[in-house]
């Protein structure tokens, strides 16, 4: 890429010259007048300087655009030649939440490790709605939703599920006929919940608990309403978190009822609470692993997507097939 362009495009990322001239080594007069100099080239200002933080005229928006193209066909030559030069060697980026990268990830990635040592892993921890503004940046190779506002404005395919479950600590008094229908966390690790004879509870059952919900912008926070809108009430909320395992934590520790993925009891079962699967389709979740619009996809990723769907197993897949 021209220099002048990457000049423009540190200014665009860092929104003031002082702050890119700094990581372009450069005076800040210096690149002032470089970059006067292309705006002189195109006929047109590229910066709305009257802004701070530094903004971009529409004219500075499309030179962006273009620039961004260039940078992906680069990266895209990169990869093939890296590629080209050993198939057991690459880079390879993903993003994910806490929650996927500490009770999905975490050993898909020290399997993938073991069976390709050449390849560089970084992986970026971060909310689903940041890690797809950074996938459409092309900061990373691959991330995962459920989201449908994600999965369609990316290349994607079926990934994993997992299963929502309601978690009322033990010491809660429940009525006796729901204390029965129950779920103790042996059983969610025997997969009893997702057995068709296991009984689903209306969520209006619970209406009188105080919940732990997730915040605002996380995807089970969006199935959460849509469950109690279903159910008819409003819940009573106790608290508002940004983790999914902290509210399992909280949940565990009796401060209220949580709705939590069957992947976690799996990973850290709790004898303190009770688990209920709900009657709605929101409970169900399909997760699709995220990649850019581009034109060359990395054996890293290729071969990082196939190890996982080993990973998760026939009886996943079967599931991803509606077997």
Known sequence: MEQNMQYIYQVYQDGSFTKAAEKLYLTQPALSIAIRQEEKRMGTALFDRSRRPLGLTPAGEAYIRAVERMKYLEDDLGRELEDLHDLRTGRLHIGGTHYLNCFLLVEVLAGFSRRYPGIRIEVSEDSSARLAKRLERRELDLTFSCAPEHIECFEHQPAFFDNILLAVPVDIPLAEGLVQRALSAEDVQAGRHLLSDCPRIPL?????????????????????I???????????????????????????????????????????????????????QQVNRLFYTLLPQRNYTAHAVRAFI?????????GEKGRLQGE
């Open 306 to 314: 196939i190890y996982l769907l080993e990973w998760f197993g026939t």
């Open 204 to 224: 209006k059952e619970f209406q009188n608990l105080e919940f732990i919900l997730l915040q605002r912008g996380n995807n089970l926070y969006d199935r959460s």
């Open 226 to 280: 849509c469950m109690f809108d279903e159910a008819g009430f409003t819940p009573k909320v106790k608290m508002a978190l940004s983790q999914l395992v902290t509210a399992y934590r909280f949940a565990d520790n009796g401060l209220g009822a949580a709705f939590i993925s069957d992947r976690i009891v799996y990973s850290i079962p709790s004898r303190r609470l009770l688990f209920f699967s709900i009657a709605s």
